[in-house]
């Protein structure tokens, strides 16, 4: 069956430090998501891609970085992590836009020491 | 520009009561509006979708909303509640990318 997969799904980190957290899907959708999740706020969208070589700034992508080589990944990069990053992310994808559902990972909870 | 507002953090209903949980949108073009639940360690799962067909759309586990462009309103409702409903819920807005709102944590007393 066609997924969406998340790694790695838990992670403490230091103030400073790279880190990167792998999106996977294997639906061959164009349009690919990530979303972190905090108490009162929802989910805001960090950084979207409609296709390969494709990347955009969502409301909240200071700090933070993508890249799209392939249809199957978007992989999401914290520079220099720090502790206002500290939160669950998810990653999302869907055929294109208006396509309806969008299909979500199960989730990477990210703490930054 | 496009948002998303979902009136009540919180709301506790009975076994058996009616749920409501609201949603006001703001998008200068009609949007596809979306339910999605989320139980605990989870990721977001699709509950029910407009895309500009019937106002009334009908989604999973006994849950409805109805769209009214009049009130800019995509309200959820169910008319009885169960204990497997307690969960949170996040309307969302698509016209190019989606957008959530805040959630409601919906809590089901016995």
């Known amino acids: 069956d066609a997924e969406i997969t998340q790694s790695p799904r838990h992670k403490i980190t230091e103030t400073g430090r790279q880190v990167t957290l792998a999106c996977h899907q294997t639906?061959?959708?164009?349009?690919m998501f990530w979303y972190r999740q905090d108490l009162g706020h929802g989910l805001r969208l960090i950084h979207y891609?409609?296709?390969?070589?494709?990347?955009n700034k969502g409301e909240v992508s200071d700090g933070y970085s993508v890249s799209r080589s392939n249809t199957e990944d978007l992989p999401l990069t914290l520079e220099s992590a720090a502790s206002s990053q500290t939160s669950v992310y998810f990653c999302?994808?869907?055929?294109?836009?208006?396509?309806?559902?969008?299909?979500f990972g199960e989730g990477s909870r990210l703490t930054v020491l | 520009a496009q948002s998303v507002t979902q009136l009540g953090s919180h709301v506790s209903v009975s076994e058996g009561a009616l749920v409501l949980l609201r949603c006001n949108y703001s998008?200068?073009?009609?949007?596809?509006l979306f339910w999605y639940v989320q139980y605990p360690n989870q990721g977001l799962q699709l509950l029910l979708k407009?895309?500009?067909?019937?106002?009334l759309v009908k989604g999973i586990n006994g849950f409805e909303a109805e769209f009214k462009k009049s009130e800019t309103s995509f309200h959820l409702t169910k008319p009885s509640a169960h204990m497997s409903d307690a969960a949170e819920y996040f309307c969302?807005?698509?016209?190019?990318?989606?957008?959530f709102g805040t959630g409601t944590r919906l809590q089901v007393f016995p």
């Open positions: 639906w061959n959708h164009n349009n």
């Open positions: 998008s200068s073009v009609p949007p596809y």
């Open positions: 969302a807005s698509d016209t190019d990318k989606l957008i």
């Open positions: 891609s409609y296709g390969v070589q494709d990347t």
């Open positions: 999302a994808s869907r055929g294109g836009p208006n396509t309806g559902e969008l299909f």
């Open positions: 407009y895309t500009s067909a019937a106002t």
